[in-house]
């Protein structure tokens, strides 16, 4: 490439720079998302391995039940993104304050599943200890969901206009927040007494009220109020709840379903031993330092299609949805580098306070470093099938993401099933299967966006070309082809 190919790669609308603007502050907020999960299964694993697998698959039960609503609040950075490129700020507050009802609404149906924690857990057919272990954490996370809906509606305020870096700060000032209380509650710091793997429940879920607690008062601040309609959006506005029900709901679906699959694996995986449960544990523990980062680029992507479609220029929202890939595929490649090269750096801390010594932990830590190789092999696809659905549902292309999404976690759950209970299979033969699941569900989402059914979809309302008049007061929205406004001249 010469060096003016290269200036114009970074410098247009759709490149490099753009994606790196919007991605960068992202890639910081999942970051600090995974080190704090990875700290507060490393404390956990100091207290025991059982204390730590526990921890593992409760959190897969709680984040798989808090998925529906989470993916319906997330949806609202589409709106927030195609309103801003449409240059209808007017309706960003309001957007904004519908999620945040649907995610206030939804938090009683998580606190009802509490008393159900020892049926649900039961049914995994875990050892006694580590079945207790799981009620007990899943107990104190339970209050948590409800404030991470709510952070998560508030911060597409921030999000769909691309001003990422508010939501980086705050997500790495609670992530922190959420490790300094993991130490207090989890051993006994500073005169609390020792809650162990309750106290890291306890801790996440304190978090993530304190962040929507932030998130709130920022969204109503008297700029945001007087530009963008914070405080008047606070009221109910049917059509537009509908719409963010219409389109975010198969994205919350999707969500549910992928999780949920991916649980089944979890559980089944913990039935096959206390050593394949821990190693499995510590395995998506590492690995989430590879996949947060590209979800972090992911969702940046869903901000840039939506922008640019809101502006209607698909090209451009194509652009950033390959360069997004680019970067993607790039991170993906060196974590995986060093997966295979130096495992046993990256699990370290697990055993550096660990209580117990000699073959045991040794024979964990051999085979965590043999999974490390699956999730290389898979790594790649794994980045592809991320940023893809990512930059489907920046354009409302949720429909599809919703039926591919039952596919694949009916085939996941039910292979899993099969393979442990069925047909026996061992720990290497249950990575395989994660492997080809995921390399499928990579292509699938490629050949979908290069189909390109994406490129005339909207979420948004639009408002009538040379019309500066008020919106209608129940505007229907465009989707999947709906009439569009005159195409700008392309680049």
């Not at 699956?374 to 429909?399: C, E, H, P, Q, S």
């Not at 069925?422 to 292509?443: E, K, M, N, R, S």
Request: glycine share 10%.
């Amino acid at each position: 490439m010469t060096s003016n190919s290269i200036a114009q790669w970074w410098r247009r609308p759709g490149g490099g720079r753009e994606v790196a603007q919007v991605a960068a502050p992202m890639v910081v907020s999942s970051l600090s998302w995974t080190v704090m999960t990875f700290i507060d299964r490393m404390f956990l694993r100091w207290e025991s391995g059982a204390t730590m697998s526990a921890a593992f698959s409760a959190s897969a039960v709680w984040f798989a039940m808090a998925c529906l609503p989470l993916g319906i609040c997330a949806y609202a950075t589409t709106f927030v993104a195609q309103y801003h490129g449409d240059r209808q700020a007017e309706r960003i507050g309001c957007v904004v304050w519908q999620a945040a009802w649907i995610a206030l609404a939804a938090a009683p149906f998580t606190l009802a599943a509490m008393p159900l924690a020892p049926w649900i857990f039961g049914l995994a057919g875990h050892d006694p200890e580590v079945t207790e272990l799981e009620v007990r954490y899943f107990r104190a996370l339970a209050p948590g969901a409800a404030g991470m809906w709510l952070a998560q509606a508030l911060s597409a305020f921030y999000g769909g206009r691309g001003l990422t870096r508010v939501n980086m700060w705050v997500d790495a000032a609670f992530a922190l927040v959420n490790v300094a209380l993991d130490y207090l509650w989890i051993f006994g710091r500073g005169g609390f007494p020792p809650l162990g793997i309750a106290g890291a429940g306890w801790a996440t879920s304190v978090a993530l009220w304190l962040k929507a607690a932030t998130f709130a008062a920022l969204v109503l601040r008297q700029r945001n109020r007087r530009e963008f309609g914070s405080a008047r959006g606070m009221r109910l506005d049917l059509p537009l709840l509908g719409r963010l029900l219409r389109f975010g709901g198969p994205s919350g679906v999707q969500m549910l379903l992928e999780v949920a699959g991916f649980t089944v694996f979890i559980l089944m995986v913990g039935r096959l031993g206390p050593m394949e449960a821990e190693a499995t544990s510590m395995t998506f523990s590492v690995s989430t330092l590879a996949f947060m980062p590209v979800w972090g680029l992911s969702m940046a992507c869903t901000i840039l299609v939506g922008q640019h479609l809101g502006e209607d220029r698909d090209d451009r929202a194509e652009r950033a949805t390959w360069n997004a890939l680019g970067f993607s595929l790039a991170y993906m490649t060196l974590a995986s580098l060093l997966y295979l090269t130096v495992p046993g750096l990256l699990l370290f801390g697990f055993f550096a306070g660990a209580s117990e010594t000699g073959s045991e932990a040794a024979a964990v830590a051999q085979l965590a470093r043999r999974l490390l190789a699956f999730v290389a092999a898979y790594n790649l696809f794994d980045a592809l099938m991320i940023v893809m659905v990512g930059a489907i549902k920046g354009a409302g292309d949720t429909r599809f993401v919703l039926q591919a999404s039952l596919w694949l976690a009916a085939a996941l759950a039910a292979a899993a099933w099969l393979g442990v209970e069925v047909f026996h299979c061992g720990i290497d033969a249950c990575w395989a299967l994660i492997t080809a699941w995921v390399w499928i569900g990579g292509l699938i989402y490629l050949r979908r966006f290069r189909g390109g059914a994406w490129r005339s979809m909207r979420v948004i309302e639009t408002l009538p070309a040379m019309s500066s008049g008020p919106l209608p007061a129940d505007p229907i929205a465009v989707g999947g082809g709906g009439p569009l406004a005159p195409r700008a001249e392309r680049d």
